[in-house]
């Protein structure tokens, strides 16, 4: 079945350097790749789509790549702030249906000043 | 707009009893999805809608949960009998868009059940 990895464990990280998160998935090739924030006790806030012919998007300091043949996306923050310290949650389309999405269980990231 | 809106924010029962959640979707979205989030499992899509009809339940743990959604505006998820293993929060989601465009969506503040 469809299965959508992120690392648990959280990353630690010092206010101004670049965060990079990794998704990867398996047993499927995603038509479109999507990145949420979510803040404790807070539902996930959508950041960024980046789709299977796109190889880089960006919006602000965000960075999402998508890479088919590793089946991997990585979400980069740049100039990181002790405000980007949240849960980041990667989706991707399910099996039926375009708006069906499956989630991975998010990374941790913590941005110390 | 005021986002999706979620009641009760916080919902304490006993094992058996019935619960019911409530969901606003944003108005104009005609997608509206149900998930339930735990540590152990992540967030997980339990139903989704469309045009108010149910399209997917295939997330749907057993016949003690059921979710409608009697017009465009409104949608309930109930747990009937509920159990401890039913504790988690439960996010509706709202969402437009063609069927092949995939646009992001909105979730609400969430419910945090407990079962005790």
């Known amino acids: 079945s469809q299965k959508i990895e992120q690392n648990s464990e959280a990353l630690n990280i010092q206010e101004g350097k670049t965060a990079t998160l990794t998704c990867n998935y398996t047993?499927?090739?995603?038509?479109?790749l999507q990145w949420y924030r979510q803040d404790p006790g807070r539902g996930p806030v959508f950041l960024l789509l980046?789709?299977?012919?796109?190889k880089e998007k960006r919006k602000e300091r965000l960075k999402v790549t998508f890479d088919t043949t590793l089946k991997q996306s990585l979400f980069h923050i740049t100039a990181s702030q002790p405000a980007d310290s949240a849960t980041y949650l990667c989706?991707?389309?399910?099996?039926?249906?375009?708006?069906?999405?499956?989630f991975g269980t998010g990374t941790r990231l913590l941005v110390s000043p | 707009d005021a986002g999706v809106i979620q009641s009760p924010r916080h919902e304490v029962t006993e094992m058996g009893q019935e619960v019911t959640l409530r969901c606003k979707p944003i108005?104009?979205?005609?997608?509206l999805f149900w998930y339930r989030q735990t540590m152990m499992r992540g967030l997980e899509l339990l139903i989704y809608f469309n045009n108010n009809v149910p399209i997917d339940d295939s997330g749907m743990p057993e016949d003690r949960f059921s979710a409608k959604m009697p017009n465009a505006s409104f949608s309930t998820l109930k747990i009937q009998p509920s159990e401890p293993r039913d504790s988690a929060v439960y996010f509706c989601?709202?969402?437009?868009?063609?069927?092949?465009?995939?646009?992001?969506?909105?979730f609400g503040p969430g419910t945090r059940l407990t079962v005790t």
């Open positions: 047993n499927y090739s995603p038509a479109y």
């Open positions: 980046i789709r299977e012919n796109e």
């Open positions: 989601a709202s969402s437009s868009g063609h069927r092949d465009s995939p646009y992001e969506q909105y």
């Open positions: 108005s104009g979205h005609d997608y």
């Open positions: 989706a991707s389309r399910g099996n039926t249906g375009f708006q069906k999405l499956v």
